[in-house]
T-cell receptor
Framework: KNEVEQSPQNLTAQEGEFITINCSYSVGISALHWLQQHPGGGIVSLFM???GKKKHGRLIATINIQEKHSSLHITASHPRDSAVYICAVRGPPYNTDKLIFGTGTRLQVFP | GAGVSQSPRYKVAKRGQDVALRCDPI?????LFWYQQALGQGPEFLTY????????KSGLPSDRFFAERPEGSVSTLKIQRTQQEDSAVYLCASSPRPIRGENTEAFFGQGTRLTVV
C-alpha cells in the first residue's frame, strides 16, 4: 500500500463544474503539499498545509490531521485547469524537506 | 536565475551509454533534491543534499546512479550504463535551509525527460 493515496486517478469535468480531489496518507507528517504538473512541464507548488484550510483564487485546500486526509477543490473549473494534481507529504525524517508523493490525479476540463 | 533550471530538457541515450543531468537550484537554496518520475507515476525520492553534503541517498536505485554537488550549488545526477528501466523524468527541487519544526516550500525544475533506447 502506498503511503500517499489519491482519488480519483482520472477526472473529467465540464467547464464551470466544482471539482474535488482527495488525498489520504498513512504516515505522520509535518506538512502536506498540493502540486500541479502540466504535460511536459515541471511541477508548481499550489499549497503547503499543516492544518486547516487555505484559499488561493479558485483553489481551496483543506487538511484533517486526525483523519490523515486532505482535499483540493477547484471552483468554476476552466480548461486551463487541465493538469495532473499531485499530493505530497513531508514525512519522517522531519529534519529534511524530503517529500513522499501520491501518483497524481489527471484532470481534464472540457469547454 | 529566477527558478530551478535543469538541462537538458530531453535526452535520448542508447542502452549502455552514460548520461549526466544538471540542476541549477535557486541561488542561496541550501537543500537540493532529485526525484525520478516514471510515466504515469508520482515522483519518487532519489537523493538529498544539504549544501555539498549528500545526507540521504537511500532512493538511488542502483550503484549506476551517482549524484554530486561539489560546491553546494549546481548538482549533477549521473547514470552509468543506462538501462531501459531508467527511462523517466528526473526532477530537481530546491528549498531554503530546512529547520527542524519549520516547513519550507519546495521549488521544482522543469525536469529532464530521459529515454533509453
Amino acid at each position: 500500500k502506498n503511503e500517499v493515496e489519491q482519488s480519483p486517478q482520472n477526472l473529467t469535468a465540464q467547464e464551470g463544474e466544482f471539482i474535488t480531489i482527495n488525498c489520504s496518507y498513512s504516515v505522520g507528517i509535518s506538512a502536506l503539499h498540493w502540486l500541479q504538473q502540466h504535460p511536459g512541464g515541471g511541477i508548481v507548488s499550489l499549497f503547503m498545509l499543516s492544518s486547516g484550510k487555505k484559499k488561493h483564487g479558485r483553489l481551496i485546500a483543506t487538511i484533517n490531521i486526525q483523519e490523515k486526509h486532505s482535499s483540493l477543490h477547484i471552483t468554476a473549473s476552466h480548461p486551463r485547469d487541465s493538469a495532473v494534481y499531485i499530493c505530497a507529504v513531508r514525512g519522517p525524517p522531519y529534519n529534511t524537506d524530503k517529500l513522499i508523493f501520491g501518483t497524481g490525479t489527471r484532470l481534464q476540463v472540457f469547454p | 536565475g529566477a527558478g530551478v533550471s535543469q538541462s537538458p530538457r530531453y535526452k535520448v541515450a542508447k542502452r549502455g551509454q552514460d548520461v549526466a543531468l544538471r540542476c541549477d537550484p535557486i541561488s542561496g537554496h541550501v537543500s537540493l533534491f532529485w526525484y525520478q518520475q516514471a510515466l504515469g507515476q508520482g515522483p519518487e525520492f532519489l537523493t538529498y543534499f544539504q549544501n555539498e553534503a549528500q545526507l540521504d541517498k537511500s532512493g538511488l536505485p542502483s550503484d549506476r546512479f551517482f549524484a554530486e554537488r561539489p560546491e553546494g550549488s549546481v548538482s549533477t545526477l549521473k547514470i552509468q550504463r543506462t538501462q531501459q528501466e531508467d527511462s523517466a523524468v528526473y526532477l530537481c527541487a530546491s528549498s531554503p535551509r530546512p529547520i527542524r519544526g519549520e516547513n519550507t516550500e519546495a521549488f521544482f525544475g522543469q525536469g529532464t525527460r530521459l529515454t533509453v533506447v
